[in-house]
């Protein structure tokens, strides 16, 4: 950071720019054009992203990323569709806009925000799931080295015999009981087939039970 520091001082008040043999420093401070100050308000809407997906506001607010935001004011605007301003890595609120005119509404809020204590228990659980898969990938790797005898002259080296073939064969069943997916049920297994028709129906092409094939033949003609 200190040469960088000293890199943009030296380049904005000793280097001088050939085109205007001024230093970066002299032409800005030179330069009369009037400077347009920028609002936080605008600058903020500037910086948010949307996915410009129409969404509606319900009694429960408005669904987004698998949560539920209530808008500032919301009553009386049950129904109303909506998009979704958001700032990225900031999911504690969200900006609306209607979704016809793109006219602002306000910010949502999110609802049923956790507790500061349930919040710190999910980081605390976090922290152990992260030091035990550490702990574990540790093991994994030194599960994956090799031993050598010792050697005091030069020769190639002797690998040492630390495994037996029943313990190779269990942990091979073991890795490939892990990647071999549950076998799925197929369709077939849960296909009902349908049943035919109830004794005494009348099936198109098929004479009735009680019907006389002759008078089914004159009848036709």
Not at 10 to 19: E, F, K, Q, S, W
Not at 34 to 50: K, W
Not at 109 to 123: H, I, K, M, N, T
Not at 190 to 201: C, E, K, Q, T
Request: with cysteine.
């Amino acid at each position: 950071m200190v040469l960088l520091r000293e890199w943009v001082e030296r380049h904005n008040t000793v280097d001088i720019v050939a085109r205007t043999g001024m230093t970066p420093l002299q032409a800005w401070q030179a330069d009369t054009t009037p400077l347009r100050e920028v609002s936080a308000p605008d600058l903020r809407a500037y910086m948010m992203s949307s996915d410009d997906h129409p969404r509606k506001i319900t009694s429960h607010g408005v669904q987004f990323h698998g949560r539920f935001y209530m808008p500032e004011g919301g009553v009386g605007r049950l129904g109303t569709r909506v998009k979704v301003h958001f700032m990225p890595h900031h999911a504690h609120e969200i900006d609306l806009y209607t979704a016809a005119g793109n006219r602002y509404l306000g910010r949502a809020v999110l609802a049923d925000e956790a507790s500061e204590d349930e919040r710190r228990a999910v980081l605390k659980s976090r922290s152990a799931r992260d030091r035990e898969l550490r702990r574990a990938l540790k093991r994994s790797a030194a599960t994956r080295r090799d031993r050598f005898a010792a050697s005091t002259q030069a020769g190639p080296p002797e690998r040492l015999p630390c495994m037996t073939s029943a313990q190779a064969a269990r942990e091979l069943k073991a890795t490939d009981q892990a990647r071999t997916p549950a076998p799925r049920q197929r369709a077939t297994e849960r296909y009902v087939p349908r049943l035919g028709p109830a004794p005494g129906w009348a099936v198109p092409g098929r004479a009735a039970p009680d019907e006389d094939p002759l008078m089914r033949s004159e009848r036709d003609e």
